[in-house]
Structures are given as structure tokens and as C-alpha cells.
């Protein structure tokens, strides 16, 4: 088996996307020099070059890249090299222009950007193996290779194609998953608007309607699409295991639930042998550390808790938002060392050397159109010193408090058509309920619903429209086994093939919450709900309230006006050693606040009101010790009580009592003991 770490890489990984076709060649060996002085240690090389690789069918050229890679080689520097199927070459597309993806609305998109592939095409799988075995049998054995890059960014730009090709591959997926017609009718629930097949041949992609199309049908070709592009993957990564045996695989992932909603990560982080993901800050006038904590704590998670590689961010501002601010002075410093608390063996860019052309001329860069007289580039230069002072954390594992529930095909259901309201959203619930846990200073595990949830004292569900009998199970028996348990409204409700669970709402959570639901009464655009507890304190609901019916819970806050009043909001029930609480509306963030710091309580997890707004506090443990990562997000200089003496990594200083750390750094003390 392949290993799950770069191959040859003793530190930590600092460096980014380099892409040498872009320049003379003149400017190389400027670029390796720059590199060391950098303390660049991993660059990414070849991701976007088939076209030049391969410049015409069968016709290779390899020299250009043979001299990159030795030339990288001789300068200490390691290679992460992409196999290029993510931008096959123009002669391609236009001997095979079927392999262009087609929207559900019919239109086939043209040559000129990234990404556009339709992913059933055999013209392109066959191309795309064999650039991928060429680039196998040259440089597998190459002393920079450090691992192995498949295509880039999955499921964007393009994350469906709705072609002939297509069709005829859904039609296979579904006799694999299904075995019969009859399977098909029953999970999609065909009798309703006579939508009965006879045989598979009959079905299509879910294409343009007149109006709703069926809501399993949509849901299993969103399964089907991610699973089609997951084939493509290992088909490259089993040739480049064949050919290059001991280099591991990956493909450069994009958790935030602000940047891909069409990947299932949890599938896809059993294929690569090392987790990398590429994360950017969204400027939306939101906490963007918050956002990136986010992030670090799902790619982790999706790695199963093991170390994890940022593959790329941003130096400063990107180029492909309405509005593109650069970072402060130190926020580079500050997201990066975030991404490596929560668990990344170190911190990539894109790019090395910003670009003069091109769509992302203006995407901020390791080496700016400024040269080294920069801003960025000290900054550069002072991020690389400070990583290369972590390296003893390589390997290390970061330590959660708590577990969120989260399930991208549970989002995939509730973000079809004709739902109760369109303002439920489960991404802001996630972002929100996340939010209301980095305020408390607790570190976030994310699970899936089936997953063993014992190692964790409190468990959040914030939104899980879709769930198996199996994960209400799984919640049933972590309650009653000690544990606490919190969760947010329209939870529970239909199974795998979107159909509405037996019985009354919340189907395989009512035992658990102790509680049904008769009706959903969502909140007219603007509507606010107020809620009462028996202490006289208020909450401020709004988008959605319930009916609901406690059976053996008790109920903490009430509904005190709307169509609802007098009835449960809140409620708590004790089902044998563990508690389960429930929430039928949208609590503002400080009822978020006020409902976990109850089920805190509940869970034993002691308050952290010493910790100031915006100071991050991570552990990450391991045979090398274990180190506190502290970022001082604030404009203030803060002070953050410590347990015992270490040394600060960053600075070489002891540490102990009450550690210093000004406004915008980061301090990382490794912990004596």
C-alpha cells in the first residue's frame, strides 16, 4: 500500500502551484532560487499542461518537464505532479466534441475554460488513462516525485452532465444499485403524477420539466454524477498505483460548504491515500477565520482525524468573487497556521509566481507582480521560517471537544424543489450552529450519521433532513448509552430515496427526542416568534416553528406568540443515561449560545468564559508531544492561561502562566510532559 504521507518529505510541506509553461525558461532557475530563500519544500507542477504534454494524438513532449523536475531535484524541492485530465487539449475536443458536458437545459458547453468534461464520455476516459499512464511510466521512479495530483477540483466547475452518453450510463447505475424497474418505481415513488416505468430504457437524466421533476430521480443522479466522477479518479489512481507503487494519490478536494455542494466527501475520502483540500476565504462580510476553522475541521474529519494537506489558499486576495479585498497584514500567517492547528501537515498557494495572462492574472500569488520588494512576499519569506520552525508536529492529530453531524446527501435532498420554505437552508444552519461552538472555544469533529459517535460528549445535528433508519439508530443508542444530544428542526423526516418516513414526524428520531410533530408552520419572510422559558428568559426564533407533541420530553421554552403559541419550542428528555434536546425554529446566535451552553451543561464540558472573542485555541497530539496552537484573530493583544510549561516554537521563548500573544499572530508552544 502506498504511503498516506508525501513521499521524501521530512517537514512540513510549505510551497504551492507552480507552473513553469507560463514563463521562459529563462526565469526557472530564478524561480528555484527564490524558492529556497522561500523555504518552499513542496510544489505542485503539471495540473494544467496535457496540451503541451501531449500536443498532438500520440504525440508526446516530455523534455520541458524532464528538465523542471531535475531542476527542482537539485534544489532540495519535492513535487506533487498532477496528472492534467482536468483541461484535455483543443485536438481532443475537437475530434471527440461529445466529450463537452450538456446542461440539463440542452446546451453543450463549448472549449475555452477548465473542466469541461462530461465524465461518461469513453473518448475521454480512454485519453485521460493514457496521458495518465505516459506521465506514470516516466516519472514514477523520478527522485523529486513526492505524490501523485489527479485532475484538479473535482465536481467544479461542472459537477453533472445530462448527454446521451450520460443517460445510457444512469440507465447501467441504476440496474447496478437497483436490479430491476420495479426497484426503480418503488424508491422513486413513480405512481405519483403517473411517472411509472416499464423498462430502465424509458428513463432519462433529470432534464428540464415543465415543472417539478421526481425528487428521487433527481436525488439518485446527484449520486450518480459523484460516483461517475469518483470512477475517473480510480481509474487514474489504480494505473498510478500499478506504475509508481510506494507514491501515494490524491486529488485536491473543496470541503467548505461555501465552495462545493456536489462532491459526497465522505465517500471520496476513502479513495486518496492522503486528504488535501483547497480552501478561500469568502468575502461576505462574515467571520472568514470562522468560515476556515470550518473548513479545517471537515477536510479532517474526512480524513478519518489523520493529518491532512492544504494543497492550496490564498496569499491575498483572489479573483474570481464580485468584490476581492486583499488580506491584512498577518492574516496569511494567520490562515495558514489555522489550517495546520486543525490538522494539515502544512500550507500551499496557489500559485508560486502570480501570472501576466489568464483568467486568474489578478489571483494574488506567492511571488506577486511586484517581485520581491513586496508586502506579500516578506510575509512569504516569514511564513516559510515560521513552518519550517513546526515541523516536530508532522504527523501529529488535532483533539475535538464535540461532533457535528453532517451528510452531503442529506443537503442534496433538502436543496430540491418544493420544500416547506425556502429559507431553511442547511448550509446556514451549519455555519451557524459551527459558529455558535468556535464562540464557546470548542473544537468541532465532523461526523457521519451511521458513524461511532461514543468518544464524544455532546453531538449537534443542525440539519439532517435525510436519515437512514440505521443513523436513527446510531443517535437512539448514543443517547441512551450517556451521551448528549442536540437537534435542529426538520431533522429526521425522509429516508434515503426521499421518501417520508413512516408515522409521524420526526420518524426515526421520535424515541430519541421523546416528541412527535403534527405540522411544520414555516414563518412568512420577516416573522419573528418569541420564546419564553420558566426562568421568564427569551428567545427570538424566526423561518420556522412547529407543532410539536412532547411525549416524555419536557419542555424548556415555549412559542409566546404566532400560530404556535402555548405550544413546545424547546425541549429537553433524559433517555437512559443520555439527554436529547430538540429545536423547532431558527434561533438567532445568542439562543444558539444559550441552548448549547445548557447542553454543555448536560455533557459535563466546562465553560471557557477565559478565553477571549477570536482567540483560537487548538491542541495537536502525538509521539512528538503535544503543542497548543493559540490565533489571535483580534486587534487586541490577548493573554491565555496555560496548564503547564512549554516552549513557544514561533519565538524559541519559555512559556508558562499566562501565555502573550499580540493582536493578529499566532503562538504554537509545545507543552512539557
Not at 512576499?377 to 471537544?401: F, M, N, P, Q, Y
Not at 421554552?557 to 443515561?577: C, F, I, K, Q
Not at 425554529?585 to 445548557?598: E, I, N, P, Q, Y
Not at 482567540?615 to 502525538?622: F, K, N, P, S
Amino acid at each position: 500500500m502506498p504511503d498516506t504521507t508525501p513521499k521524501g518529505l521530512t517537514r512540513l510541506a510549505f510551497g504551492g502551484d507552480y507552473n513553469p509553461e507560463q514563463w521562459p525558461e529563462s526565469v526557472w532557475h530564478e524561480d528555484v532560487r527564490l524558492m529556497r530563500e522561500a523555504g518552499v519544500t513542496m510544489v505542485s507542477v503539471g495540473i494544467f499542461s496535457w496540451a503541451l504534454l501531449e500536443p498532438a494524438p500520440g504525440e508526446y513532449d516530455f523534455a520541458w518537464l524532464d528538465r523542471v523536475l531535475d531542476l527542482l531535484h537539485d534544489n532540495g524541492i519535492r513535487v506533487d505532479l498532477g496528472t492534467p485530465t482536468v483541461a484535455p487539449p483543443a485536438w481532443f475536443y475537437r475530434a471527440h466534441p461529445e466529450a463537452l458536458p450538456v446542461t440539463a437545459e440542452g446546451v453543450r458547453y463549448e472549449f475555452g475554460s477548465r473542466g469541461a468534461i462530461c465524465h461518461s464520455d469513453a473518448d475521454y476516459r480512454a485519453a485521460a488513462a493514457n496521458i495518465t499512464t505516459r506521465l506514470a511510466e516516466r516519472y514514477g521512479g523520478h527522485p523529486a516525485l513526492a505524490l501523485w495530483h489527479v485532475h484538479n477540483e473535482y465536481g467544479v466547475p461542472v459537477s453533472a452532465c445530462y448527454c446521451d452518453s450520460c443517460a445510457a450510463h444512469f440507465r447501467r447505475w441504476l440496474a447496478d444499485t437497483y436490479g430491476s424497474v420495479d426497484a426503480v418505481n418503488e424508491a422513486w415513488g413513480t405512481a405519483f403524477w403517473g411517472q411509472h416505468y416499464t423498462d430502465l430504457a424509458q428513463i432519462n437524466p433529470p432534464r428540464v420539466t415543465p415543472t417539478v421533476v421526481n425528487p428521487g430521480q433527481a436525488l439518485d443522479y446527484r449520486r450518480f454524477a459523484d460516483a461517475t466522477v469518483r470512477e475517473n479518479f480510480r481509474m487514474e489512481r489504480d494505473i498510478l498505483h500499478r506504475l509508481a507503487p510506494g507514491v501515494p494519490v490524491t486529488t485536491n478536494f473543496m470541503t467548505a460548504l461555501s465552495q462545493c455542494d456536489s462532491m459526497d466527501y465522505w465517500a471520496w475520502g476513502r479513495e486518496v491515500d492522503l486528504v488535501t483540500n483547497d480552501h478561500y476565504l469568502i468575502t461576505d462580510g462574515r467571520r472568514t477565520h470562522v468560515n476556515l476553522a470550518m473548513a479545517a475541521d471537515l477536510t479532517r474529519s474526512v480524513a478519518g482525524g489523520a493529518p491532512w494537506l492544504l494543497l492550496e489558499h490564498s496569499t491575498s486576495g483572489v479573483s474570481w468573487q464580485p468584490r476581492n479585498p486583499a488580506k491584512a497584514p498577518g492574516q496569511m500567517a494567520r490562515n495558514s497556521l489555522a489550517h495546520v492547528a486543525r490538522g494539515s501537515d502544512g500550507a500551499l498557494f496557489f500559485q508560486w509566481r502570480q501570472s501576466r495572462r489568464g483568467a486568474e492574472k489578478f489571483h494574488s500569488a506567492m511571488l506577486p507582480h511586484g517581485g520581491t520588494g513586496t508586502r506579500v512576499w516578506r510575509e512569504v519569506v516569514e511564513l516559510g521560517a515560521a513552518i519550517d520552525s513546526l515541523a516536530r508536529i508532522r504527523g501529529t492529530r488535532t483533539r475535538a471537544d464535540v461532533a457535528v453531524l453532517w451528510d452531503w446527501q442529506s443537503w442534496w435532498a433538502q436543496n430540491l424543489q418544493w420544500r416547506p420554505s425556502e429559507d431553511h437552508d442547511p448550509r446556514e444552519r451549519a455555519d451557524a450552529f459551527y459558529e455558535a461552538l468556535y464562540d464557546r472555544h470548542l473544537t468541532v469533529d465532523f461526523a457521519h450519521p451511521e458513524s461511532d459517535l461514543s468518544a464524544y460528549p455532546l453531538v449537534v445535528v443542525p440539519a439532517l433532513y435525510l436519515m437512514t433508519e440505521a443513523a436513527g439508530d446510531n443517535l437512539r443508542e448514543y443517547v441512551e448509552n450517556g451521551g448528549t444530544l442536540v437537534v435542529s428542526y426538520f431533522s429526521g423526516i425522509v429516508d434515503e430515496h426521499d421518501a417520508v418516513h413512516a408515522g409521524a414526524y420526526p420518524g426515526p428520531l421520535r424515541e430519541t427526542l421523546g416528541l412527535t410533530v403534527e405540522e411544520f408552520s414555516p414563518l412568512l419572510e420577516g416573522r419573528r416568534v418569541r420564546l419564553t422559558g420558566p426562568d421568564g428568559s427569551e428567545l427570538t426564533g424566526d423561518v420556522w416553528t412547529e407543532f410539536v407533541v412532547p411525549g416524555a420530553a419536557e419542555t424548556v421554552w415555549s412559542y409566546a406568540d404566532g400560530l404556535t403559541a402555548g405550544r413546545p419550542a424547546v425541549t429537553r428528555h433524559e433517555l437512559g443515561e443520555g439527554t436529547a434536546w430538540y429545536v423547532s425554529t431558527r434561533l438567532d446566535a445568542h439562543g444558539l449560545d444559550t441552548l448549547l451552553g445548557c447542553a454543555a451543561e448536560d455533557a459535563r464540558i466546562a465553560p471557557r468564559a477565559e478565553l477571549p472573542r477570536d482567540v483560537e485555541v487548538v491542541h495537536r497530539t502525538g509521539e512528538s508531544g503535544e503543542f497548543l496552537f493559540v490565533i489571535n484573530h483580534t486587534a487586541t493583544d490577548a493573554k491565555v492561561p496555560l496548564d503547564t510549561h512549554g516552549t513557544e516554537l514561533l519565538t524559541g521563548e519559555r512559556a508558562a502562566g499566562r501565555l502573550a500573544v499580540p493582536a493578529g499572530t499566532v503562538r504554537v508552544v509545545r507543552l512539557d510532559g
